[in-house]
C-alpha cells in the first residue's frame, strides 16, 4: 500500500531584523551628527540657522562696541595722563636751568648774592626735587632715569656750593666750579630730562592715535550686524510671504541706532583731540620748550660776562638759545604780542649788555645783566622777569586748556562701554523672539 506524502509547507519569506526596540533601523544615522543635521533640515533648520547666525552677531557687536568705547575712554584718560606727565617732566627742566640761571647771574655780584636771587634758586631745585619725586609716583617706567637725574642734581648743587664758598672769599676757582657745575647740569642732568621728555611725547602721540581707533570697532561690528540682520529678514520675507518681522526689525534698529550714536560720539570726541593736539597741546609743548631755551640763554648771558673777554662759546650759545625762544614762540599759536614784546624788550637789553662788554665797559654791562639800581630800568633782569611770568601764565593756562579739552571729550561719551554687551543681548533675544514666532507655524 502506497503512503501518501504531504506536500510541503509553504516557504514563509525572511523577517527583517529588528531592532533593540523591535523597529527597523533608520537609512540615516540615529547618531549625534545625524540628529545635528535633521535640526537644521527643511525650511524651519534654515530658520534655526539663521536664528544663530544673527544672535551671534548681536553678541559679537556688543562686544565690538564695548571694546571700542573702552579704548576710546581710556586712551583719552592716558593721554590727559601722559600730557600731565610731560608737563612735569618740562617743568623739572625749567626749574633747573631757572636755578642754573639763577647761580650764574648771581655770580657775577660778588661776595654774598641777593638774598631774593639766592632764595630763588633755592626754591627752584626744591620745586624740581618735589616733581621727580611726583614723577615717579606718576609713571613707574620713568622711575629709573629720575632716580639717575637725582643723583646728577646732587653732584651739581655739591659744585654750585662750592663755586658760591670761593666766590665769597674773592678767589678765581670759583669760577671754575660754576663751569664744572654748568658742564654737569648740561651733559648729565639735562640729556636725561630731554630723553624723559621724548618718551612722554611719544607716549602722548600714541594715545592721541588710539582715540579714533574706537571709531572703527562699532562702525565695523555695527555694518556687519547689519548686513546679518538685512539678510535674514531678506530671506524671512521671501520664505514666509511676510514681509516683516518685526522682533527682527527691532533687533536690527537697535543696533542701527547703537551704532549712529556711537559712531557720532566717538568720532566727536576723536575731533575734540585732534583740535586739543594741533593747538593747545602744541602751544602747551612751544611754550614750555620756549622757557626752557630762555633760561639758558640768561646763563649764557652771565657765562660770557663771568669767562670776561674770553666766552666766545657761550655767546654762541646764547644766540643758539635765543633763536630757539624765537622759533618756538612762533610755533605757539595764540600767543598774546605781550609775550612776544616781552621776549624782545630782553633781547634788546642784551643788545645793551654785550655792546658795553665788548667795548669795554664790564662792570656797566654786569649792572645791566644782574639788575643794578646804577643801570636803571634798563636791566636784563627786569626784561627777564617780565618775560618769565608772562610765559609762565600763558603755559599754565594752555596746559590746563589740555586737561579741561580731553576731560570734557571723555565725559561727553555716552555709557556704551557698558552697556554695549547688554545691548548685544537685547539684539539677540530679539532675533530669538522674532524667529520663534515663524518656527511655530511648522509645529
Not at 73 to 95: P, W
Not at 336 to 365: F, I, M, P
Amino acid at each position: 500500500m502506497t503512503q501518501t506524502q504531504s506536500a510541503p509547507p509553504p516557504s514563509v519569506a525572511a523577517a527583517p531584523p529588528q531592532g533593540a526596540a523591535g523597529q527597523a533601523p533608520n537609512a540615516r544615522s540615529a547618531g549625534p551628527r545625524g540628529a545635528v543635521a535633521q535640526w537644521f533640515e527643511g525650511t524651519p533648520g534654515r530658520m534655526r540657522a539663521f536664528l544663530i547666525l544673527a544672535a551671534a552677531m548681536s553678541v559679537v557687536f556688543g562686544l565690538a562696541a564695548a571694546q571700542g568705547f573702552s579704548q576710546a575712554d581710556g586712551s583719552l584718560e592716558r593721554a590727559q595722563a601722559n600730557t600731565a606727565q610731560l608737563v612735569r617732566i618740562q617743568a623739572i627742566h625749567t626749574n633747573l636751568v631757572s636755578a642754573n640761571a639763577d647761580a650764574t647771574n648771581a655770580f657775577l655780584v660778588g661776595g654774598l648774592e641777593p638774598p631774593e636771587q639766592r632764595a630763588h634758586f633755592v626754591n627752584s631745585m626744591a620745586a624740581a626735587a618735589g616733581l621727580i619725586a611726583d614723577a615717579a609716583s606718576a609713571q613707574p617706567a620713568d622711575r629709573e632715569v629720575l632716580g639717575a637725574l637725582n643723583k646728577t642734581l646732587v653732584t651739581y648743587q655739591g659744585l654750585i656750593e662750592q663755586a658760591r664758598a670761593n666766590n665769597r672769599q674773592g678767589l678765581p676757582i670759583g669760577s671754575q666750579y660754576l663751569k664744572d657745575a654748568n658742564s654737569v647740569l648740561q651733559n648729565d642732568s639735562l640729556p636725561l630730562v630731554k630723553a624723559l621728555v621724548q618718551a612722554n611725547e611719544q607716549r602722548v602721540d600714541t594715545e592721541f592715535d588710539g582715540i579714533g581707533k574706537g571709531t572703527i570697532w562699532i562702525l565695523v561690528g555695527g555694518l556687519l550686524s547689519l548686513v546679518v540682520f538685512v539678510i535674514t529678514l531678506r530671506w524671512l520675507a521671501r520664505r514666509t510671504h511676510r514681509y516683516l518681522n518685526l522682533p527682527i526689525a527691532a533687533g536690527a534698529a537697535l543696533v542701527l541706532l547703537t551704532t549712529i550714536i556711537g559712531g557720532v560720539s566717538l568720532a566727536s570726541a576723536s575731533g575734540v583731540a585732534k583740535d586739543t593736539r594741533s593747538s593747545e597741546y602744541e602751544r602747551t609743548l612751544a611754550l614750555s620748550r620756549a622757557r626752557i631755551a630762555a633760561y639758558d640763554a640768561r646763563s649764557n648771558e652771565s657765562l660770557t660776562l663771568i669767562a670776561r673777554g674770553s666766552g666766545d662759546a657761550f655767546d654762541k650759545a646764547y644766540t643758539a638759545a635765543a633763536a630757539e625762544v624765537d622759533n618756538q614762540l612762533g610755533k605757539s599759536s595764540g600767543t598774546t604780542d605781550g609775550l612776544q614784546d616781552a621776549w624782545g624788550e630782553y633781547k634788546r637789553v642784551h643788545g645793551e649788555v654785550r655792546k658795553a662788554d665788548t667795548g669795554g665797559n664790564w662792570d656797566g654791562a654786569v649792572a645791566m645783566a644782574v639788575g643794578d639800581p646804577k643801570a636803571g630800568d634798563n636791566n636784563s633782569a627786569n626784561a627777564f622777569g617780565e618775560f618769565d611770568t608772562a610765559s609762565s601764565q600763558q603755559l599754565t593756562a594752555s596746559s590746563d586748556a589740555v586737561a579741561g579739552d580731553l576731560t570734557d571729550a571723555r565725559d561727553g561719551l555716552p555709557p556704551i562701554g557698558w552697556l554695549g554687551i547688554p545691548i548685544g543681548i537685547v539684539a539677540a533675544l530679539l532675533v530669538a523672539w522674532g524667529m520663534s514666532q515663524r518656527l511655530e507655524e511648522y509645529r
